[in-house]
């Protein structure tokens, strides 16, 4: 779904990083807590040795035993599979249908195995179900489908799990769900896909998680523009709190919300090493991004953009039509971007609006949808476009966002740059299409600028960074940036260093 971070198709190389246990030492404008991320995939907590009291024993001899015990079991009853490989029935369509309130636990050494055979191993539409301290592995999803809770059902708990080596979406997601202390890593699409059919995800939580190593089948490459991989890919989640995870080495985005997200508090998460940005919040509303350690993203995309002579500032934190809204209701009414450090990253945040993407627009890449303001997107054509209330409404507009407290840190010898990185950027193209559009020419690119109370200030900055407003050609030093028109990062420091 995103328009210009356009697919590379380049590999990352691992780079050994320290320890992600705390802010770079040094003054930063704000007080900011030391951020702490367990290594799950490397150390997970066994599950119980033996099975608790009243639980159903799932034998690893027994191909097919989860999903027959299952079946034949009623609601709320807790499984304890043994250790060793559990194999379902060997048929693609072969899956333990939960019901509601199951519990799943593994024993120490339990895996769910589908041998490159079954597509789905959790599904079902029933409610609360628990898996816990199991690694599911080789199942073979297809395109957009997930592995575990296939069937997107409510208030799934998964934790100190292992979902790895999967094709596909190693979960999806529903209402209330719950992903923690689990190690999502290594399957071919997404870790998670959080997305559930009629839009109807309200209330997420993603906390103590490792997510690394996603999109190894490359579907960038596979599909050119599909905007379809991340670490983590939301769609249309109204209220989401991701904090404390280690989101990591995924090829593409590290987290990715995409298409009518609202009320997203991402808090103390470390996002490093990813091929593309480490967050994408798009066409969204109202979000608090604050105490985050950001580090080392978007080196492989930013370098190939620069190596094929694309002027875009290819950033970090990539705001794209996304802002606050007060007339959407959640816990804030802008988006917030605070006390974050970033360092080393081939670029900062950019705040971006495309003027030819609007409800019922061919560059509305999220096909069908409309904002939030606008329900029916039929609505959003002339004559009444031009006039009010759709003028502002059919729009989803980068407005309200709030920059501050943040220290950003570049060395261009670290991240290997001689051009096209080191750059904050507030900016839209020229509106050209449709014809009718009233968003033609200059307006977007005004508004987004000047108009729509977009704020960088009290931040700190070390490094040789450069800004970019208006227009991609645009840049600017610091002074230019923080003197008229764009009056940007009052109270904010600067000290330039040649990191080679």
Not at 131 to 142: C, D, E, Y
Not at 404 to 420: E, I, P, W
Not at 476 to 483: A, K
Request: hydrophobic letters at 35%; charged letters at 20%.
């Amino acid at each position: 779904m995103l328009l210009l971070l356009a697919a590379t198709g380049c590999e990352s190389t691992p780079v050994a990083r320290p320890e992600p246990t705390a802010v770079p030492s040094g003054p930063v404008p704000t007080a900011l807590p030391s951020v702490k991320v367990a290594r799950v995939c490397a150390s997970a907590p066994a599950g119980p040795a033996k099975a608790p009291a009243g639980a159903v024993t799932v034998d690893p001899a027994v191909v097919g035993d989860l999903e027959a015990k299952t079946e034949s079991s009623p609601p709320r009853t807790t499984f304890w599979l043994r250790p060793g490989r559990h194999r379902l029935e060997p048929d693609a369509y072969a899956q333990v249908m939960a019901k509601e309130g199951n519990r799943y636990l593994g024993a120490p050494g339990a895996v769910l195995d589908g041998r490159k055979v079954n597509q789905y191993a959790f599904s079902g539409t029933a409610a609360d179900v628990t898996i816990s301290h199991l690694t599911v592995r080789g199942f073979v999803a297809p395109h957009d489908e997930g592995v575990v809770n296939h069937d997107m059902a409510d208030g799934w708990v998964i934790e100190d799990a292992r979902i790895e080596e999967n094709s596909g979406a190693g979960l999806m997601a529903g209402a209330r769900q719950q992903v923690r202390a689990s190690c999502l890593r290594a399957n071919g699409q997404y870790g998670m896909n959080a997305y559930k059919t009629g839009d109807s995800i309200k209330g997420l939580v993603v906390e103590g998680n490792e997510i690394t190593g996603n999109n190894t089948d490359d579907w960038e490459r596979r599909q050119p523009g599909c905007g379809c991989t991340a670490g983590v890919k939301f769609w249309a989640v109204d209220g989401a709190d991701i904090r404390g995870n280690w989101v990591h080495d995924n090829r593409g985005a590290g987290l990715w919300a995409d298409t009518n997200n609202n009320d997203f508090r991402i808090e103390g998460n470390v996002l490093e090493g990813n091929d593309g940005a480490a967050l994408i919040y798009e066409t969204s509303y109202n979000a608090v991004v604050r105490n985050n350690m950001i580090r080392r993203n978007t080196w492989v995309e930013g370098r190939a953009s620069a190596a094929g002579g694309d002027d875009f500032p290819y950033a970090t934190v990539y705001v794209s039509e996304s802002g606050g809204e007060p007339r959407v209701r959640a816990r804030t009414d802008r988006i917030e971007i605070s006390g974050n450090v970033l360092e080393n990253n081939w670029s900062g945040i950019t705040l971006w609006e495309n003027a030819d993407r609007f409800c019922n627009s061919e560059a509305n890449t999220s096909t069908g949808y409309c904002t939030l303001l606008v329900k029916d997107t039929a609505r959003c054509a002339p004559p009444a476009i031009a006039g009010a209330p759709l003028y502002a409404d059919c729009r989803w507009k980068t407005q309200r966002v709030d920059i501050h407290g943040n220290r950003f840190v570049l060395d261009k010898s670290v991240v290997g740059c001689t051009a096209g990185c080191g750059r904050m950027a507030v900016l839209a193209n020229s509106g050209t299409s449709p014809d009718w559009s009233p968003y033609r020419g200059e307006r977007v690119a005004e508004a987004i600028t000047r108009g729509q109370h977009n704020r960088w200030h009290d931040n700190a900055y070390v490094g040789p960074w450069t800004f970019v407003a208006h227009s991609p050609d645009r840049s600017l030093g610091f002074g230019q940036w923080r003197g008229a028109p764009y009056r940007q990062d009052a109270g904010s420091t600067f000290r330039a260093r040649d990191g080679g």
